[in-house]
T-cell receptor, first 116, second 112 residues
Framework: GAVVSQHPSWVICKSGTSVKIECRSLDFQATTMFWYRQFPKQSLMLMATSNEGSKATYEQGVEKDKFLINHASLTLSTLTVTSAHPEDSSFYIC????????????FGEGSRLTVL | GQQLNQSPQSMFIQEGEDVSMNCTSSSIFNTWLWYKQDPGEGPVLLIALYKAGELTSNGRLTAQFGITRKDSFLNISASIPSDVGIYFCAGQFETSGSRLTFGEGTQLTVNP
């Protein structure tokens, strides 16, 4: 099946710093990617929809200035957690929609962020 | 917020037993999906259901899309240790543009 890769798979940073997480579709083009956040023993919560060449659409309650999303190409979306705090520590997962497929989504392997 | 109720929350079974879990929603979905997530990894699609009443199998897994379009179940037959993980249902609205709403998950433990 199609492959979606995230980088880094885990990152530890100091409070107040910014962290960038990449989501790449390796063998298909994705005009739309989705970013989820998952806290321990909880489900995936959609944060935002990333659209290639346009602004991301954020879910209610998600701060767009804190979670910056850039989708500059058909194979790459980035999520930047700005001024990270310990409560931002979470598992961040992206998914990508294959433009040639009828809505099929493929998930990345996730990125574990720990803010000290 | 979450709109899907998934049960049970956790299951502890013996190897070889069959397992059943389900999801219900107050809203109608036009697509139901079932995923498995291993620790520290992203979810992997198990079965996708696109039509009300549809019954689909994938090896030892069987899932059904409820007639009312508000529920779905997943059955695992003859469980094996590698079935351990968290199983999520997810629903998709026709106008959601592929946005998924996930259930709370079912943690499955299989004892050898």
């Amino acid at each position: 099946g199609a492959v979606v890769s995230q980088h880094p798979s885990w990152v530890i940073c100091k409070s107040g710093t910014s962290v960038k997480i990449e989501c790449r579709s390796l063998d298909f083009q994705a005009t739309t990617m989705f970013w989820y956040r998952q806290f321990p023993k909880q489900s995936l919560m959609l944060m935002a929809t990333s659209n290639e060449g346009s602004k991301a659409t954020y879910e209610q309650g998600v701060e767009k200035d804190k979670f910056l999303i850039n989708h500059a190409s058909l194979t790459l979306s980035t999520l930047t957690v700005t001024s990270a705090h310990p409560e931002d520590s979470s598992f961040y997962i992206c998914s990508a929609k294959d433009v040639k497929n009828t809505g099929e989504l493929f998930f990345g392997e996730g990125s574990r962020l720990t803010v000290l | 917020g979450q709109q899907l109720n998934q049960s049970p929350q956790s299951m502890f079974i013996q190897e070889g037993e069959d397992v059943s879990m389900n999801c219900t929603s107050s809203s109608i979905f036009n697509t139901w999906l079932w995923y498995k997530q291993d620790p520290g990894e992203g979810p992997v699609l198990l079965i996708a259901l696109y039509k009300a009443g549809e019954l689909t199998s994938n090896g030892r897994l069987t899932a059904q899309f409820g007639i009312t379009r508000k529920d779905s179940f997943l059955n695992i037959s003859a469980s094996i240790p590698s079935d351990v993980g968290i199983y999520f249902c997810a629903g998709q609205f026709e106008t959601s543009g592929s946005r998924l709403t996930f259930g709370e998950g079912t943690q499955l433990t299989v004892n050898p």
